[in-house]
């Protein structure tokens, strides 16, 4: 099983689309479900004594922790103290990367997975995060990598009206001195009460989805000239689906393959499901890890035609409904273009697959390492 640990609320950052919205007027209208309890006693760094936590990991064969905030490197102590004690092999990260160069690198390079997110350009990534974020997260990459980490290095985005995304992805991608393995971007869309404050339906029309077709497009190409399928992972995971005839569900694992443990040690179905009390599934002190009640999304999606290749996209964002009808029938949308790009490369994919330019094997990577997949 995979779990998203949260070490704590704390952040060094305060990101235009991420804690930036807690001081803006949320939309009057358009929540369509039963307001959400929230535990208001959840604390904000971890609380519970570790050895709770090795107990219930022991318990499960084969458990991977993914260490996750706020920022989780505030509490890089107790990251190299759960490195070095769990019983665990696998440990993944999901930073801003400002902080790596707090973690000794016998402790960087233990990670399988780092998530580093950034917006794609400089200019970009300062706009949202803060000016000299992205030098001073690039300099901590570039480190991490000469001091021999192997590992996955995955650039996470976060997509929002300000994004091209056709010059974004390549950015990242072609920059080889940044030293990314993978790329995985999420939109920020239907996760706060934001819609009203939007241009979201002309930038999708006009900037997203074009540049969707256009990075699907190149993703292809590159398969043709070099035999190489780039780790994109909102492409990489569907496509190896729709060359297997797989059906999927939630494809970030979220209530079915990856649980998030709260930092007072209550389990939630995903990490920003933060505190929301009615789907919390146990406690570590005594809950099983490989028996966690599963927890499927509903409402809409349930009779989505396009359901088998979403799995649902988000499984908070379905419970809460932040934006109304018409806001959530736009995200789909452009989840609809994303699987009519893909689907519409997949004869080209086939066929380079069969004069064995590329194999099958060559779509394999890491699942539920805390890309949501589809954006």
């Not at 369509?32 to 309890?37: A, F, I, L, R």
């Not at 990459?141 to 996955?152: L, P, Q």
């Not at 809409?300 to 029938?329: D, K, M």
Request: with cysteine; charged share 25%; proline share 5%.
């Amino acid at each position: 099983m995979y779990f998203h640990l949260i070490l704590t609320d704390d952040c060094n950052l305060c990101c235009r689309y991420c804690r930036a919205k807690a001081f803006e007027e949320e939309d009057a209208e358009g929540i369509d479900t039963v307001p959400v309890e929230i535990d208001g006693d959840l604390p904000p760094d971890l609380s519970y004594d570790p050895e709770l936590l090795y107990r219930f990991l022991a318990r499960d064969p084969s458990p991977t922790v993914t260490f996750y905030g706020g920022e989780p490197l505030m509490r890089s102590d107790l990251v190299e103290r759960i490195i070095r004690e769990a019983p665990v092999q696998r440990f993944m990260i999901q930073t801003n990367g400002l902080l790596l160069d707090r973690l000794p690198s016998y402790i960087v390079n233990r990670f399988s997975t780092i998530l580093v997110s950034l917006d794609g350009r400089e200019a970009l990534t300062d706009e949202n995060r803060g000016i000299g974020v992205f030098s001073r997260v690039m300099a901590n990459v570039k480190k991490i990598r000469a001091n021999g980490y192997h590992g996955e290095l995955i650039a996470r985005m976060t997509v929002t009206e300000r994004t091209e995304i056709f010059d974004a992805v390549r950015y990242l991608a072609e920059n080889t001195d940044y030293s990314f393995s993978s790329i995985h971007w999420q939109m920020d869309a239907n996760f706060t009460g934001d819609f009203s404050h939007r241009t979201f339906a002309e930038w999708a029309e006009k900037k997203y989805n074009p540049g969707i077709r256009a990075l699907v497009t190149a993703w292809v190409d590159e398969m043709e000239t070099s035999s190489r399928v780039l780790c994109w992972y909102p492409f990489i995971d569907p496509v190896e689906d729709l060359l297997n005839g797989r059906a999927s569900p939630l494809r970030c694992g979220a209530g079915h393959a990856n649980y998030a443990i709260m930092t007072d040690g209550h389990i939630a179905p995903c990490p920003i499901m933060i505190g929301m009390k009615q789907y919390y599934l146990g406690h570590i002190a005594d809950a099983d890890p490989q028996h966690l009640r599963r927890i499927p999304v509903g409402g809409e999606c349930e009779a989505c035609h396009i359901r088998t290749f979403c799995g649902g996209r988000c499984l908070y964002s379905s419970i809460v409904q932040p934006w109304n009808l018409a806001g959530r029938q736009l995200v789909c949308g452009t989840v609809e273009n994303l699987r009519d790009a893909l689907t519409g490369e997949l004869p080209r994919i086939r066929a380079l697959i069969a004069a064995r330019r590329i194999s099958l094997a060559d779509f394999a990577h890491e699942k539920f390492n805390g890309c949501e997949i589809i954006p």
